[in-house]
């Protein structure tokens, strides 16, 4: 018997809106996966937000608990399993993984917080730092633009 090449490949269930919009985070390149990515992603400052699954290993949970008290990165503890974290992000199972930018992460937990209704407080709460961190960064191109090698002639 044959297969047609619709019928190959690997079955997925029905998955969330949120849980979709971490595989374009992961092709934009800014979802760190595992426990050594997310690691070096918060020592360099670069994580915004943890994410853990809820079926995480006791040594995962404690990694990441000690990551958020250490950094001040918030965790979020998803609803789903490893495998199901696994399939939005292209691998097998994944326990922990970190969004490196801040308008993505905020996105992210609002829709998250909607479908879930739960974490509504930290959807707040990063929606919050996300237009903090698009005011400065919009006043340091600012000023960049009328103080270096690009200013505009008036």
Known sequence: MRFTK???????PEMKSSLGFLGIVKKCGRLAIGDDAVTSATA??????????SDAGEYTARRATGLTNSSGIPLLVLDETKDELGLTAGRNSVAIAAIMDMGMAASFVQKYSTESGKHSELSAELTAKAERFAIR???????KSKSGKRRKNI
Do not use: H, Q, S, V
């Open 44 to 53: 360099t400052k670069k994580a915004r937000l943890i994410i853990m699954a």
């Open 137 to 143: 960064k919009r006043k340091t191109e600012d000023k």
């Open 6 to 12: 619709a019928c190959r490949g690997r079955w997925r």
